[in-house]
């Protein structure tokens, strides 16, 4: 069942639309630019919730009857990989019983307000669609785990004891320059408390805490193994506890995490250990993914909430604010889609406690990674991501034309930093200023060199991954499982994820809609001339300028 008759209740409902959704769609439709965009990302084709209902009726898949009737904790759930999971789960596991999301009272928002604010994204849009009772089995429980005991109620505590059957531990801090305080609360202790209420739970199934592969980044060689910790975890976490001094505590940092680049990887690596000795007795898996970046195919293509990552740069580079990067573009990037992410996640919960209820040994350890069976490098990334996104896509919001010169040369990054950021930053910052205008130029590149600066690490270096137990997962699989829950990354195209990236960064990243493209195409083209004009410009006066130097020598 289409959904056009809804899309076009939603457009008339916007104050911003004059027109109404079919002269829209006419105008942005054309012989130039076919493709009707909410077509393309999936909008336009979500499942009759009748059909779905009847088809409910039906044995379900291996994994399905995994989570029938379980109730699920989650933890990040208000993050990116936390609200795929939930929209996933809710929409492929009907017969689920519960799910619990453990949420942080934040900004003035109590936990209800926030579980709310979680279902205005447009991710759930399918969801609400086509599982429209889907609400009343999810429900927020108050508290932090950054907090001892997780910052949960006793009575909460209890009804989590008794009822929860599966786990996903997602929630961590991924700010690369986070304090070490900080970090070590969140990712470390926060996953020993995860583990703590795991031991009460009387009918636990399964427990997955969701790390990172570049959480040992500082082997080139990355195996689905636990290595050794840079410290043991207990030293480090009573060393940062006992300590009152935070600036004391941020000036050893840089010697107390020597060889791993941030804060993140050297927590997730001792978080990791922790688990190791920790989980003991439990059915406990380790979930590796590697950089997560917008959907694949569904609920819709191309969603993401987040500039993390060559995203980032993507919609740098697509509002033509970004033109220069420190990073090597020849080298290959390890990226996957939160989607694949996400389903891959489920099925590794599900072979978990299907293999053995009660771990004696070492947790299993499921590195999700694109680099060994699908490499693509970061210039054919770019590369294929402008061939379908621009010129079909533009932002309306975009202030120059696409115009990108990476480089892996620190010297001759500054250089192209100072010429293209710097020095148009400041001069137009200061046209703003005399028009009463607010500048902001400036500040954005300030902080854009300094997401460089945490990100250089990683774009200028490449692992070598090994993904065996993800692999033999997959292979294990049904038919019916391999169809619902997809996760194979050598099967993924990244030319069919191409395709609906840019429209996807549009609509659900910038917020840009599709009223607004036809005028975005207009102000792209007049953009275009004027890049052809400024670099006839500038190679008119570097002429003269080589000619006149010319002239001087002979003179």
Known sequence: MALDLYKKDEFKKSKKNKKSYDEVIKDIVTDDFPLNPLELVGELSFDDPATLAETDKLPRSDVQEFYRDASIFITGGTGFMGKMLIEKLSRSCPH????????????????????????EDRLFMRLKHERPKFYHKISAIAGDVSLPGLGISPR??????????????????????????????????????????????????????????????????IEEKFYGAPYNYNGVISLVTSANDDKKLEDITPSLTAGWPNTYTFTKALAEDLAKHESVGLPFGIFRPSVVISTYNEPVRGWIDNVYGPIGMIVGVGAGVLHTHHCDVTKVVDLVPVDLVVNALICSAYKVSNTTQKIESEPP???????????????????????????NWPTINAVWYYSFMPTNNPYLYSLLFLLFHTIPGYFLDFLCQITGRKPILTNIYRKMKKANAALSFFAN??????????????????????????????????????????????????????????????????????????????????????????????N
């Open 96 to 119: 689920l019983k519960h799910i619990y999301l453990l949420i942080r009272n934040k900004k003035g928002k109590d936990v209800n307000e926030r579980i709310d604010a979680i279902f």
């Open 156 to 221: 909460d505590r209890q009804e989590l004891a008794k009822n929860v059957n599966i786990v996903f531990h997602a929630a961590a801090t991924i700010r690369f320059d986070e304090h070490i305080r900080t970090a070590i609360n969140i990712n470390v202790l926060g996953t020993r408390e995860i583990i703590n209420l795991a031991k009460e739970m009387t009918n636990l199934k399964s427990c997955m805490y969701v790390s990172t592969a570049f959480a040992n980044c500082v082997h080139s060689k």
């Open 365 to 391: 350890i499921f590195n999700y990674v694109s680099s060994k069976q699908n490499p693509i490098s970061l210039e054919k990334f770019f590369e294929v991501i402008k061939k379908y996104g621009l010129p």
């Open 461 to 554: 270096n490449q692992w070598e991954f090994n993904d065996n137990n993800t692999g033999t997962l997959w292979k294990n699989m049904s038919e019916s499982d391999k169809k619902i829950f997809f996760f194979d990354i050598k099967e993924m195209s990244w030319d069919y994820y191409a395709r609906a990236c840019a429209i996807g960064l549009r609509l659900y990243l910038v917020k840009d809609d599709i009223h607004t493209l036809k005028n975005a195409r207009i102000k792209w083209e007049k953009l275009r001339k004027a890049h052809l004009l400024l670099k006839t410009i500038t190679a008119i006066i570097f002429l003269r300028i080589c000619w006149f130097i010319v002239e001087m020598c002979f």
